[in-house]
């Protein structure tokens, strides 16, 4: 069974900054999807950023970029330029076709973002 | 506007009762999604429907059910049985187009007394 691990509880920086988010997953497929979502105090749940497993690229959306490790299986979020608005619950999450694009899900990390 | 609505967005009922959730997508999208979400915690897969008149259990479909009756609509009823039925409920859809990911709705926050 797949398994998504975010290691880090909450995190805290100062607004500018540079934050790196860590999740590890388990998983014995070799087609599948990585993402990661926000969820703000709003609770809405957004997605930042996605990563097909077979793409060797590492996905960046403007400020948020990844650190893909296939072999590791490590795939960690980094958000340049942190902004009050970044203030959230970050979800990293696994889906695949062999699994129904089910997404499991990681734990969570609280990031605060401080002025 | 296309997107997924749920109502309400808060909700409040007496234990014992029955209450449904609604969630409708105008995304044309096959499957939906339900998920529960308690404080400080990750999301947790109730139910999955991939068609119309079809829907699977998720890891904790105890106490739910649901019906997809119409492409649209995805309803959740959380029954009497469900023993710990306050939190937050999420309801998503997946696009066919590939790429996987999960759109959501805003939520509804069941608070049962």
């Known amino acids: 069974a797949q398994t998504v691990t975010q290691s880090q509880p909450e995190m805290s920086v100062q607004e500018a900054e540079t934050v790196t988010l860590s999740c590890t997953y388990d998983t014995s497929e070799n087609n599948y999807y990585l993402f990661w979502y926000k969820q703000p105090p709003s609770r809405q749940m957004i997605l930042v950023i996605r990563?097909?497993?077979?793409k060797q690229q590492n996905a960046t959306e403007n400020r948020f970029s990844v650190n893909f490790q296939k072999a590791a299986k490590s795939f960690s979020l980094k958000i340049s330029d942190s902004q009050l608005g970044d203030t959230a619950m970050y979800f990293c999450a696994f889906s695949s076709m062999d699994s129904n694009y089910q997404l499991i899900w990681g734990a969570g990390t609280k990031l605060i973002i401080k002025p | 506007d296309g997107g997924i609505t749920q109502s309400p967005k808060y909700l409040f009922r007496k234990e014992g009762q029955n209450v449904t959730l609604s969630c409708e997508q105008n995304l044309n999208h096959d499957a939906m999604y339900w998920y529960r979400q308690d404080p400080g915690q990750g999301l947790r897969l109730i139910y999955y429907s991939q068609i119309v008149n079809d829907f699977q259990k998720g890891d904790i479909a105890e106490g739910y059910s649901v019906s997809r009756e119409k492409k649209e609509s995805f309803p959740l009823t959380v029954t009497s049985a469900q023993k710990n039925p306050t939190a937050f409920y999420l309801c998503?859809?997946?696009?066919?187009?590939?790429?996987?990911?999960?759109?959501f709705g805003p939520g509804t926050r069941l608070t049962v007394t």
């Open positions: 998503a859809s997946i696009s066919p187009q590939g790429h996987s990911e999960q759109y």
């Open positions: 990563q097909e497993a077979y």
